[in-house]
């Protein structure tokens, strides 16, 4: 009969997976730099605290933290001096998020999010429940979400230059996690960036009023049980355009690339734009799926797309 390993063995293995960085102990003298001010902190928080309802850049220093912060109020700049050079790995605040966002806005310049995990599948880099929100050359990687929202019909949202990879599950009772899962929003823009090796659900899930999706990538050729690369479930105008996707053979559910509509109807869909895309299947994978699938009957104009053979450009359901 094999015997299965102790606790204290597991504990000893997966603490020998984690980079050295992560094990230095935390906080990290004057590593987070309120730049109006000068002042320096050894903890996100206490940065984030110093600021309060204030207008401020933390200016973070390179390194992996192990640490997380809620923002009350204020609007926040939290900058890595390089794209990557800054990442928070592997804590959570409140049990949701390493960054949850509930300010008058914030922005997050250039840092890696990883291996976030919750015990009810939604653990992300970060959880906005209100006010605008940037992100730029970002990444998310290797957790259950990407960016998870609530709703603020008033808010935006606005991502570019950013990388998503391994997130999203369906294996939790909360229902799917997905690459980014944004709420009713007032507008969402994503542009140039990459969503690759989803690990279930969708890349980009959103019920916002106003989406803007153009010029980036979807490659889930080595995606595991996804579905939609983008799932508009509530309804939305705008346009999505200038994308390149590629379906993955590993799917939950390959039946449409983009779904609009397939849920409650917040918003109407008429005059969506969906043009100038590529899309296709990975090389030598043989099927048939639509490239959107609507629900919704509104008047979407679709032209200019390039579309794989074994694709149907557009099917009302």
């Given at each position: 009969?094999?015997?299965?390993?102790?606790?204290?063995?597991?504990?000893?293995?997966?603490?020998?997976?984690?980079?050295?960085?992560?094990?230095?102990?935390?906080?990290?003298?004057?590593?987070?730099?309120?730049?109006?001010?000068?002042?320096?902190?050894?903890?996100?928080?206490?940065?984030?605290?110093?600021?309060?309802?204030?207008?401020?850049?933390?200016?973070?220093?390179?390194?992996?933290?192990?640490?997380?912060?809620?923002?009350?109020?204020?609007?926040?700049?939290?900058?890595?001096?390089?794209?990557?050079?800054?990442?928070?790995?592997?804590?959570?605040?409140?049990?949701?998020?390493?960054?949850?966002?509930?300010?008058?806005?914030?922005?997050?310049?250039?840092?890696?999010?990883?291996?976030?995990?919750?015990?009810?599948?939604?653990?992300?880099?970060?959880?906005?429940?209100?006010?605008?929100?940037?992100?730029?050359?970002?990444?998310?990687?290797?957790?259950?979400?990407?960016?998870?929202?609530?709703?603020?019909?008033?808010?935006?949202?606005?991502?570019?230059?950013?990388t998503f990879t391994g997130l999203g599950t369906c294996?939790?009772?909360?229902?799917?996690?997905?690459?980014?899962?944004?709420?009713?929003?007032?507008?969402?823009?994503?542009?140039?960036?990459?969503?690759?090796?989803?690990?279930?659900?969708?890349?980009?899930?959103?019920?916002?009023?106003?989406?803007?999706?153009?010029?980036?990538?979807?490659?889930?050729?080595?995606?595991?049980?996804?579905?939609?690369?983008?799932?508009?479930?509530?309804?939305?105008?705008?346009?999505?355009?200038?994308?390149?996707?590629?379906?993955?053979?590993?799917?939950?559910?390959?039946?449409?690339?983009?779904?609009?509509?397939?849920?409650?109807?917040?918003?109407?869909?008429?005059?969506l734009k969906v043009e100038d895309n590529e899309a296709?299947?990975?090389?030598?994978?043989?099927?048939?799926?639509?490239?959107?699938?609507?629900?919704?009957?509104?008047?979407?104009?679709?032209?200019?797309?390039?579309?794989?053979?074994?694709?149907?450009?557009?099917?009302?359901?």
């Amino acid at each position: 009969m094999t015997r299965k390993p102790s606790f204290a063995l597991n504990a000893l293995a997966a603490a020998m997976l984690v980079p050295t960085a992560v094990l230095v102990a935390q906080p990290v003298p004057e590593a987070f730099t309120v730049a109006e001010t000068g002042q320096s902190f050894g903890t996100l928080q206490e940065a984030v605290d110093a600021i309060g309802n204030g207008r401020s850049t933390i200016r973070i220093q390179p390194g992996t933290y192990r640490q997380c912060a809620v923002q009350e109020a204020g609007v926040i700049v939290y900058e890595a001096p390089q794209p990557g050079s800054v990442t928070f790995t592997a804590r959570s605040c409140e049990g949701k998020a390493a960054f949850v966002l509930r300010g008058l806005g914030a922005e997050i310049r250039g840092i890696t999010f990883a291996n976030l995990r919750v015990a009810d599948g939604n653990g992300a880099g970060i959880r906005l429940e209100k006010g605008a929100l940037n992100v730029a050359y970002a990444r998310f990687e290797n957790s259950q979400q990407g960016i998870l929202t609530a709703d603020d019909p008033q808010g935006r949202i606005y991502i570019t230059r950013s990388t998503f990879t391994g997130l999203g599950t369906c294996e939790n009772s909360a229902g799917c996690a997905h690459s980014i899962y944004i709420g009713n929003y007032g507008s969402l823009t994503v542009r140039e960036s990459r969503f690759e090796r989803g690990m279930g659900g969708h890349y980009v899930k959103a019920r916002s009023k106003e989406v803007a999706i153009e010029n980036n990538s979807f490659d889930d050729a080595n995606g595991k049980a996804t579905n939609y690369m983008i799932d508009l479930p509530a309804g939305s105008i705008g346009r999505i355009a200038d994308n390149w996707f590629v379906q993955g053979r590993d799917k939950e559910n390959y039946s449409a690339f983009i779904a609009l509509g397939a849920e409650d109807l917040l918003h109407t869909s008429e005059g969506l734009k969906v043009e100038d895309n590529e899309a296709r299947f990975v090389p030598g994978l043989t099927r048939s799926s639509v490239f959107l699938a609507d629900w919704t009957g509104s008047r979407v104009v679709m032209q200019g797309n390039r579309i794989a053979g074994g694709i149907k450009q557009y099917e009302q359901r």
